[in-house]
DNA sequence: GCCCCTCATTGATAAATATCAATAAAATTT
DNA sequence: AAATTTTATTGATATTTATCAATGAGGGGC
C-alpha cells in the first residue's frame, strides 16, 4: 500500500530511517477517487499533498464558464494546489480525477508535524517544492518562449503520457490554444502524430 | 551590508538563532553588477543564489535573436536562475541588471553546507522554493487564463514597481505579446495608464 | 543647447488564432 | 449491436496579434 511512495521518499533522501519512516507512514491516509470526483474544489482550502498510487488527474480552472487546464499528474507524483496548501488561503484552480485514483493524502498539520518532529522532513518539503518549481517553471517558459506547435511537440517529447491518456481538448488548454486550432495544426503535418512506443523484446 | 537579508531570513524563520545567522553570515559574498551586466548567462551552470540589497535584475531567455523577459526582481527578493543553480545543469536562461544592483551571494556548495551544518536551514531552502513556486505558478495561471490586457493590468496590480522600473517593451514579453501590441492595447483605453501614487502628507 | 540613443507610437498589411456551427468519429453504456 | 455520450474534425468567418517600416518623443552626456 506505502511501497510506492516509500520508493519515492527514499529517493529524495536516501539516508531516511526506518524508525523516522515509519513515525511518517502513521499519518498517510488511503483515498479512492473515481473518475470525474473533484480532489480540490475551487473555493476550498487544500489541506493536503496527495501522492498517486494510481490513476491520473488534472489540475484546471473554471474561466468564464470554460475549464482551462494547467497540469496532468500520473502515478508516482505528488499533487495539490500547493498554493493554497502553502498558503492556507482558498483555492483558485480544481483539481479532478481522469481516471480513478488511489491516493496517498498527508494533511497540512501533519506535515508541520513532521517538520517538527525531526528536522529531517524539511528535506522532502525542501525536494517536493523544488520539483514543482522545476516543473512549473519550464512550463511558463514553455509558454513565453515556444509557438503552440512547438509546446505540443515538447508536451509529445517530455510528457508521453499526457498524449496517451488526455483527451485532446484539455491538452489544448494546456497549451494555450483552442481545440480546433490543436486540431487543425495536427492536420499541418507539421506536427508528426504521436506513435506509441513498440518494444521488441530483446534477444541475444 | 546585512541588515536586509538578516530581516528577510529572520521574516521566514523567526527563531534563527545569533548563532546560526552567524555562521551563515561568514558564507555571503557582496557583488556589485553594473547595469546592462550579467549575473547569469545562458550555457553556464548557475552557482549561486543572490539577495538584492539594491537594484532590479531580469530573467530573460534568447530566441531567435530575440530577448524573452519572463521576470523581474528587485530589491529584498532572492533571484537566481533557480532551476540550473538546483540541478547543477546549464542554465537555459540569463538574468542581466536593469539597475546598479549590489547582490549578497551565497554559493551552491556553501548552502549544501549549511543544510549539513543544522538542518534549520533546510527551512530556509524549502521556504524559499516555495516562495518562488507561488511566483511562477501564479504567472503561469495568468498566461493560460487571462487575456494579455488582464495580464497587463495584473502587472499593474501585483507589480507595479514592473511598470515603473522595466522599459515598456521588455513588459511586453514579459506577458506573452509584442512591444507594438502593448502600446496599441494602452491606447485604445481599455487600460487605465498607471498613475504613480501620491501621497498626501496626513495633518491633523 | 544639441546629439545620440533608447524607447514608444503609429500605420499598413499579413499571419495566427478564435469563434460558431455542423458533422464525424470514437468511446462507453445499455 | 445499438444507443448515447464524449471527443475530434472540418468549414466559414471574425478577431486578435505579429510583422515590418517609419516616425516621434524623451533623457543623458557633451
Known amino acids: 500500500m506505502f511501497t510506492q511512495i516509500k520508493a519515492y521518499y527514499k529517493s529524495l533522501v536516501p539516508g531516511l530511517q526506518e524508525e523516522g519512516w515509519n513515525k511518517l507512514q502513521e499519518r498517510f ?17 487544500c489541506r493536503q499533498v496527495s501522492f498517486i498510487n494510481k490513476g491520473l488527474v488534472r489540475l484546471f480552472y473554471l474561466v468564464d464558464g470554460k475549464e ?36 496517498v493524502n498527508l494533511s497540512y498539520n501533519d506535515m ?41 511537440q515538447s508536451v509529445i517529447q517530455n510528457h508521453p503520457f499526457i498524449i496517451q491518456r488526455v483527451p485532446q481538448y484539455m491538452i ?9 486550432h490543436l486540431s487543425r495544426l495536427k492536420k499541418r503535418g507539421y506536427l508528426r502524430p504521436f506513435e506509441p512506443q513498440t518494444y521488441k523484446t530483446h534477444r541475444r
Open 29 to 45: 491516509t488511503i483515498q479512492q477517487l473515481k473518475k470525474g470526483e473533484l480532489l480540490v474544489r475551487n473555493g476550498e482550502i
Open 68 to 103: 482551462i487546464s494547467t497540469g496532468f499528474v500520473a502515478e508516482n507524483e505528488y499533487v495539490s494546489e500547493y498554493e493554497s496548501f502553502l498558503t492556507t488561503q482558498p483555492s483558485s484552480g480544481n483539481i479532478d480525477a481522469l481516471e480513478d485514483c488511489e491516493l
Open 112 to 152: 508541520q508535524a513532521m517538520y517538527q518532529l525531526n528536522p529531517v522532513f524539511e528535506i522532502f518539503g525542501r525536494k517536493i517544492a523544488e520539483i514543482l518549481f522545476i516543473m512549473i517553471s519550464s512550463q511558463t517558459t514553455r509558454l513565453l518562449t515556444m509557438t503552440p506547435e512547438e509546446r505540443y
Open 172 to 180: 489544448a488548454s494546456f497549451i494555450g490554444i483552442t481545440p480546433e
